[in-house]
């Protein structure tokens, strides 16, 4: 009997655990507006351990988080770290600056970069950081006067003029900005007042073999062990104001940094991620995450495979090739290797089967209340994806060669913009189009070899050719020599150099049209383009609208039938905080992922010269002698640890704090087989993947010798409370 007593303990205990280890998963994900966490979201947050309140988190008229969060680059996120406007995110997100001031002989980005006075910072043109003030809901004025009876066209024709008239109208301050943003497909949205500031001065960068350690063999992968940090100081005028550059700003005084906790994770912390996600899609119907996954990605993927494997080997035989292209590089490789995850990841958790089953439960209870307007909800949605197939497919491929990963047809579509803008505004259109795609030429050439480009271009366009939908197949690309077109195109165009392009566009109008039209890269880039304009986009876009309002009145109806499921925001850049835990997961039978790595397995990967796995000797001297200061733990230096938090694009260089709004993270990645979060989120196995602060700390101090850095930070022991 005693025996079995204790065997019920076990089991009840078992028991119980499971069903925690389930309520807690059931509140996990989602990117939730800051202004709106007070009641659901703060209750969630202190269920799974946090100790702030939605005031601490988010407040107009106090210090809060948000104050130390600000969207990075345009792309990225980053947060304050001390009273005197340092600004950390990732090295990937500061990978452009770096690059921009890296030559062969300064190689910033294969040396890594450290100021060590506020006079050794470095000025970037085009970078910003922009700071949250305020958000407000502005639905109803948005859609003052917009009826049912209207057509979809005219409620967007009115909806973008209210949008204009609310963002007008807004109350700021002069030197603040303000815009609107739609929310649940269109049916809310806030308008966020900003502060944008465009005096940010690089400070510091680890060498890329450790900010960059694992490059893309370990890219969406676990274990990780990358240092992917860079560090970053805003400049405001004398008044902590928004300003251009001068050498007269001085560094900004934020009205909140994140203090730094030295006392780690564990499994089941608390993790809070606060940044600026760029796009999810979790309410897509089953028809449209099908046509994703089945029809879309396996295109783009095959098209950015071929043009990697060959830019891939320009860049191992090449030095200089390699500073130039390794900014794109990693951009391009960057979603091909995302959306291989995130196929691998949908199939593997049945979520197209899953959205069928949550559609069957909708259409039943749809017919039993009798609810008429969302009757034909998801036969439309069948209609209408089935029809914007091809025409999706044929864009994509036009995006992935014409526009991304071939960079002539990419020139030649910027230069199609000056003869367009000509057919619509004469001289004057030419003039400021003519204008503006010289300066950014300039940037392009920079970074562009001819050599390279070459076989890319006969690769890609004959794929293009051979994938394409014909109805949307140019005739220049029929039954066509692509390796004797390319040899003619690369041989005779003045657009593979800047020199010859500058040459190409000056003179009149008319000269320059004339010109134009008699270059061999542009005539063909052009007929690409033209169809492009005539025939791809406008069906697009036609058919999207159409989806987009069904797709509107899909998010109402869900949010009606099922009033007791959580239902976050998608992301849509603006932003957003979400919630999770430090956790493992096993990503398949027989294996299971722990949640911390350490400096130990960088040197495990270690390879001697090659470009990914290379190690500084300093850092193994430092390894050897385990040199940690007090950054390390029980004798190991932390390095990368996981999370449960839902992540994506943006998100890079977010803060993880802790229950307290500590920082002890800097989010970087997401694991491979979670990268099917954009499309539907399962806390099973969506691990998000975070550089260790301590890791972060130990290179400025003990690799980098920045002290100074180190003073400026403020540091906390909240477990020893």
């Not at 944008?196 to 490059?215: E, M």
């Not at 505004?425 to 003519?434: L, T, V």
């Amino acid at each position: 009997m005693k025996y079995i007593k204790q065997y019920l303990v076990v089991i009840i205990a078992f028991i119980s655990l499971n069903i925690a280890a389930q309520n807690t998963r059931d509140i996990q994900g989602g990117m939730w507006i800051p202004s709106l966490l007070e009641g659901m979201n703060e209750q969630e947050m202190q269920q799974l351990g946090s100790k702030m309140t939605a005031e601490d988190i988010y407040s107009v008229n106090n210090s809060s988080l948000k104050d130390a969060i600000a969207h990075f680059a345009g792309g990225c996120t980053s947060e304050m770290i001390s009273p005197n406007g340092l600004l950390l995110s990732n090295h990937h997100c500061g990978y452009g600056a770096i690059q921009s001031h890296s030559t062969v002989e300064n190689d910033y980005l294969k040396d890594g970069f450290w100021a060590m006075s506020y006079e050794e910072e470095l000025p970037n043109e085009r970078l910003s950081a922009t700071f949250i003030k305020r958000i407000d809901d502005v639905t109803s004025e948005v859609f003052k006067g917009v009826t049912e009876t209207m057509d979809e066209a005219s409620k967007m024709k009115l909806i973008s003029q209210n949008i204009n008239k609310v963002t007008a109208a807004a109350s700021k301050e002069a030197w603040q900005k303000a815009n609107v943003k739609s929310f649940y497909k269109g049916n809310q949205y806030l308008l966020f007042v900003t502060e944008v500031f465009t005096d940010v001065r690089l400070v510091g960068a680890p060498p890329s073999a450790i900010g960059k350690f694992g490059a893309d063999t370990d890219n969406w992968m676990w274990p990780r062990h990358t240092g992917d940090f860079s560090l970053f100081r805003i400049y405001a005028d004398a008044d902590n104001r928004p300003a251009a550059y001068s050498k007269d700003n001085v560094p900004y005084k934020p009205n909140h940094y994140l203090p730094i906790s030295l006392d780690g994770v564990e499994e089941n912390d608390f993790t809070l991620v606060f940044g600026f996600p760029g796009r999810t899609n979790e309410y897509l119907p089953a028809v449209g995450v099908d046509q994703i996954v089945n029809v879309l990605n396996p295109a783009k993927i095959e098209v950015r495979e071929n043009a990697l494997k060959i830019v891939n080997n320009f860049m191992r035989k090449d030095p200089a090739i390699k500073i130039k292209y390794a900014s794109k590089y990693a951009s391009i490789a960057n979603y091909w290797k995302k959306w291989i995850g995130e196929s691998q990841g949908i199939h593997r958790t049945n979520a197209i089967e899953k959205k069928h089953e949550l559609e069957k439960e909708f259409t039943k209870i749809v017919e039993e209340k009798d609810l008429v307007g969302y009757k034909t909800l998801l036969s439309d949605f069948e209609t209408l994806y089935k029809e914007i197939e091809s025409v999706s497919l044929a864009r994509d491929y036009w995006i992935e060669v014409a526009y991304r990963n071939v960079e002539l047809l990419g020139i030649t579509f910027r230069t199609f913009q000056i003869e367009q803008a000509y057919l619509r505004g004469g001289e004057q259109g030419f003039e400021a189009a003519r204008k503006a795609i010289l300066n950014r030429l300039e940037g392009t050439y920079k970074n562009y070899s001819a050599e390279v480009d070459k076989p890319v271009f006969e690769k890609l366009v004959s794929l293009y050719a051979e994938k394409v939908p014909k109805n949307y197949l140019p005739t220049n690309m029929v039954d066509v020599d692509f390796t004797a077109l390319t040899n003619t195109i690369y041989a005779n165009s003045k657009l593979t150099s800047l020199e010859s392009a500058v040459e190409l566009l000056s003179g009149s109008a008319e000269e320059v049209i004339k010109k134009l039209n008699e270059d061999k890269a542009y005539t063909f880039g052009k007929e690409l383009h033209t169809i492009f304009y005539t025939k791809l986009e406008p069906k697009f876009q036609q058919l999207n609208l159409q989806i987009g309002a069904v797709q509107k009145k899909y998010m109402k109806a869900l949010m009606e039938v099922f009033p007791n499921k959580r239902f976050p925001p998608d992301a849509n850049s603006t932003l957003r905080v979400n919630y999770g835990m430090v956790q493992g997961y096993q990503p398949r039978d027989g294996v299971f992922y722990t949640t911390q790595t350490y400096l130990k397995g960088v040197l495990e990967k270690y390879k001697p010269g090659d470009y990914e796995f290379d190690v500084p000797q300093k850092l193994q001297d430092l390894y050897k002698t385990k040199n940690y200061g007090p950054y390390g733990e029980n004798g190991k230096m932390p390095v990368n640890y996981l999370s449960t938090n839902h992540m994506t694009g943006g998100n890079s260089g977010s803060p993880v704090v802790d229950a307290y709004g500590n920082l002890t993270g800097l989010a970087f990645d997401t694991t491979w087989e979670g990268t099917m979060s954009d499309l539907y989120f399962d806390a099973e196995i969506v691990r998000s993947i975070m550089v260790d602060i301590r890791y972060v700390l130990f290179i400025i101090d003990k690799y980098a010798g920045a002290q100074r850095l180190i003073d400026e930070m403020t540091f906390v022991h909240p477990k020893k409370k």
